[in-house]
């Protein structure tokens, strides 16, 4: 059974830094590229970052710079640092991973639970 547990969330003042966490079920976790997304109140989930197997990061635009994925395979956990908060960033974040390409992009078949991240302006 794959597991995905997000931690690091919180309530932080604009401009600060978090670091999420997302512990992952070891075989799911060595052979596959991770995702952090996140959904803000009334908003779709969106992608914001991931990396491959083989450590190769994407980002969307609005948090390049800000945002560092990274993972350590030997403790099957994925980071997601986030740097210069603004309250726009605040969001459930969710990890997920074991993606399938489609037409209308990366689909994500295990999810986590999610982590609150509010900020205050």
Not at 104 to 115: D, E, F, R, S, V
Request: glycine share 10%; with cysteine; net charge positive.
């Amino acid at each position: 059974q794959v597991q995905l547990v997000e931690s690091g969330g919180g309530l932080v003042q604009a401009g600060g830094s978090l670091r999420l966490s997302c512990a992952a079920s070891g075989s799911i976790f060595r052979n596959n590229a991770m995702a952090w997304h996140r959904q803000a109140p009334g908003k779709q989930r969106e992608l914001v970052a991931s990396i491959t197997s083989g450590g190769s990061t994407n980002y969307a635009d609005s948090v390049k710079g800000r945002f560092t994925i990274s993972r350590d395979n030997a403790k099957n956990t994925v980071y997601l640092q986030i740097n210069s908060l603004k309250p726009e960033d605040t969001a459930v974040y969710y990890c997920a991973t074991d993606r399938r390409w489609s037409p209308t992009g990366w689909k994500y078949n295990y999810w986590g639970q999610g982590t609150q991240v509010t900020v205050s302006s």
